[in-house]
């Protein structure tokens, strides 16, 4: 069964720490996402990689970065955390061109 | 900029029903549209993807269907069950290659038994 595997289920940070959201695939795909979801803004996407170590800006990067070092391998990194961080992480990855589209059960993230 | 339109926000229906969710996108030029599944509390499953060239995809009791000139998209539950509540997402993507996708808000199905 293949699949999208993001490290925590929920998780509660202090803001200004620096906080890590691991996502691993194991289907080879190029493409690997980082969304966001919350309440009457749906999902929107933060930054995604189609290739190892290329990374690009999605719809809301500010205050986020993210590492791809190995293809099944994508971080989302909070710089320093803020209440407004507080939301669902999704993070999915898919072949070129969308298909095969699989997404992690995501990370709930609380900062305080 | 792409947007991307899902009415209803929700609808509740009872078991049986056949229903029929609608999707509209602002900018005709995709790649393919796609339709997710979202359980709550849990991440999303990809249900059915029709390319930009493609009028439709059929999987089992689901049909989607798509208008690439009008920017529409339709998704057809045959014979509903209280099993497909949940919220469905369209989603296009204008990329070849980097499969990006724009979302739409969803509509929450409630199937009453």
């Known amino acids: 069964d293949v699949k999208v595997t993001q490290s925590s289920r929920y998780l509660v940070k202090r803001t200004g720490e620096k906080v890590f959201l691991e996502c691993v695939q194991d289907?080879?795909?190029?493409?690997m996402f980082w969304y966001r979801q919350d309440p009457g803004l749906g999902l929107r996407l933060i930054y995604f990689?189609?290739?190892?170590?290329?990374?690009e800006k999605g719809d809301i990067p500010e205050g986020y970065s993210v590492s791809r070092e190995k293809k099944e391998r994508f971080s989302l990194i909070l710089e320093s955390a803020s209440t407004n961080q507080t939301s669902m992480y999704l993070c999915?990855?898919?072949?070129?061109?969308?298909?095969?589209?699989?997404f992690g059960s995501g990370t709930r993230l609380t900062v305080v | 900029k792409q947007e991307v339109t899902q009415i209803p926000a929700a609808l509740s229906v009872p078991e049986g029903e056949n229903l029929v969710l609608n999707c509209s996108f602002t900018?005709?030029?995709?790649?393919?549209l796609q339709w997710f599944r979202q359980d709550p509390g849990k991440g999303l499953t990809s249900l059915l993807l029709?390319?930009?060239?493609?009028r439709e995809q059929t999987s089992g009791r689901l049909n989607a269907s798509l208008d690439k000139s009008s920017g529409r998209s339709t998704l057809y539950i045959a014979a509903s069950q209280p099993g497909d509540s949940a919220t469905y997402l369209c989603?296009?993507?204008?990329?070849?290659?980097?499969?990006?996708?724009?979302f739409g808000q969803g509509t929450t199905l409630q199937v009453k038994p």
């Open positions: 999915a990855s898919s072949e070129q061109g969308g298909y095969g589209y699989t």
């Open positions: 289907m080879d795909h190029e493409n």
């Open positions: 990689s189609y290739d190892v170590k290329m990374k």
């Open positions: 900018d005709s030029a995709i790649y393919n």
């Open positions: 029709i390319q930009s060239s493609q």
């Open positions: 989603a296009v993507s204008a990329s070849s290659n980097t499969g990006k996708l724009i």
